[in-house]
């Protein structure tokens, strides 16, 4: 297995499976089946494939109308596109009616790198986050975004399926059963609780190592479930770890920074920071320079932690 | 051709919808009546005469499927699908009201009879592209009958859908565009001019026909001849009157989306001819 896979590939190898054993599955690009790697799915099953162009809001709507015929649509466009650029339809035409339909965004989160501020989704999660009946998935790497894609497919009603462009890290730990609405505990401890999702989760468990040489044992509980929030994992946490830090490649305003600290406050209040982009627009470069450029590494979780727990709220 | 009862009768359901119409958004305070009555005859047409479907199942496989585009305009279709039976009329007074299944714009898991949920503009053409898309995919011959209004088509969406159901082919797809000229500012031409329309819709390789959009046997001839096509979708062109059948609605823009008061209902009512005074 190699060292490092995209998430898109993983979506892209489960998809063809999927198609050869459930008929009803379509796929629906927008003029980026190369990039979002669905032209795989259109070379097994090209009758199952429709290119909308650069239509995301027909996109959307087309969806709509096949879910309601019983088909299972992925309509698969860049993360941007997909949310801020079809907001409407996302909202109107999918989640209010409940339908079936598979939205999936690729290039999500700012290490999509060189196209730049116009194209990094950081806000993609909170978007549909704020939308009732929407389940929102951001799987960590290849393998769980390949399992994120059969949970979708298995799920009655809407998904937002949050991928990335780059190749990241391959996660060992990530690899175990994959239902909808529960964390992965990716790693025991019980002074901090550090919670990931997506491509942090590589970045938290390097953190916990770190932390550990510090003198402390950070539990990581990895979220590739957004909404609906396994609130019963992190009630769980919050009885037995004296802090959180939250980790996404997303904007820390909305997304499961927002989402942790939410429920925490209503339910178990604990003292908690955020790992995320802070609130700004970001910029081009490589990939991996911006994820340093912007504070997500796992250093930056470091850092947060060892603040928080060496703070007087904690001690 | 219709015959002379076929052409009464569906005069005849056409008044009562207009009434129900009237009565409609007068009890809920709030509604959109001038492009209810401006699209009467096509729905009734399509309920009445047109469509395969049944009330008494819903979800018949190999049903005619109906898309409202122009959503705000829920008053006309859910007192065609009352006046079919899917639903007892005297739901029709809860139009609008906190628990009713009658929202202000169609919701499709609520109503029964509807195909699809509308309400912001622009998004029920495309999802009428997606329904027959689906109806081809699985062999099915039926029919998707959107209707869109012509202020509608300042959404750039429309055109997208334009293209879509172009590409592919979807000539299973008739769609009628309610053409009063008016929408909630105005005339369509002042606020953001839209002709020539037919040329506009030929040019995206739609088969078009224009038509008097209150004439049924002209509605009854336009859908004969979409249904014949075999690779292109149709876009009936409907000239209308916004607020048609109530004489001091007719072709005032402000009819759009403000309910009557009651001295006004009372004159509507009469025009209408009364069948019973509402609750």
Known sequence: MPSRQQTRQGYADALIELGTTRPEIVVLDADVAKATKTCDFERRHPGRFFNCGTQEQNLLCVAAGLALEGLIPFATTFAIFATTRAADQLRNAIAYPNLNVKVVGTHGGISTGGDGASHQACEDIAMARALPNMTVLVPGDYEEAHQATFAAARHSGPVYLRLGRDSYPIVPELHGEFAIGRAKCLRGGNDLTICTTGIMAHEGLVAARELESHGYQARVLHFPTIKPLDTDALLLAARETRAFVTAEEHSIVGGLGEAVAGFLAENHPAPLRRVGVRDVFGQSGHGNELLDLYGLRARDIVAQSLALLQSRAVA | ?279
């Open chain 2, 1 to 279: 051709m219709l015959d002379a009862s076929q052409r009464r009768f569906l005069q005849e359901r056409a008044r009562h919808v207009r009434r129900e119409i009237v009565t409609m958004v007068y009890q809920a305070r709030s509604g959109h009546i001038g492009g209810s009555l401006s699209s009467t005859e096509m729905v009734v047409a399509l309920y009445h005469h047109l469509m395969r479907h049944d009330p008494g199942n819903p979800r018949m496989p190999d049903r005619d499927r109906f898309v409202l585009s122009k959503g705000h305009c829920s008053p006309v279709l859910y007192a065609t699908l009352a006046d079919c039976g899917y639903f007892p009329s005297s739901d029709l007074k809860t139009f609008r009201r906190p628990g009713s299944h009658l929202q202000g714009h169609p919701f499709q898991p609520k109503t029964p009879g509807l195909d699809a949920s509308t309400g912001t503009l622009g998004l029920g053409l495309s999802t009428a592209c997606g329904l027959a898309l689906a109806g081809m995919l699985q062999n099915s011959s039926h029919n998707v009958f959107a209707l869109c209004g012509d202020g509608e088509q300042q959404e750039g969406q429309i055109w997208e859908a334009a293209l879509f159901a172009h590409k592919y082919h979807l000539s299973r797809l008739i769609a009628f565009t309610d053409r009063n000229r008016l929408q909630t500012d105005g005339s369509t031409e002042s606020v953001m001019p839209l002709d020539p329309l037919p040329d506009k819709w030929r040019a995206f390789g739609w088969n078009v026909s224009v038509i008097d959009g209150h004439d049924f046997d002209q509605i009854d001839k336009a859908v004969a001849q979409a249904r014949a096509q075999l690779n292109r979708p149709t876009m009936i062109i409907a000239n209308t009157i916004k607020g048609r059948g109530v004489s001091f609605m007719e072709n005032v823009a402000d009819w759009h989306g403000n309910p009557p008061n009651a001295e006004q209902f009372s004159r509507a009512s009469a025009e209408l001819g009364r069948e019973e005074s509402p609750a």
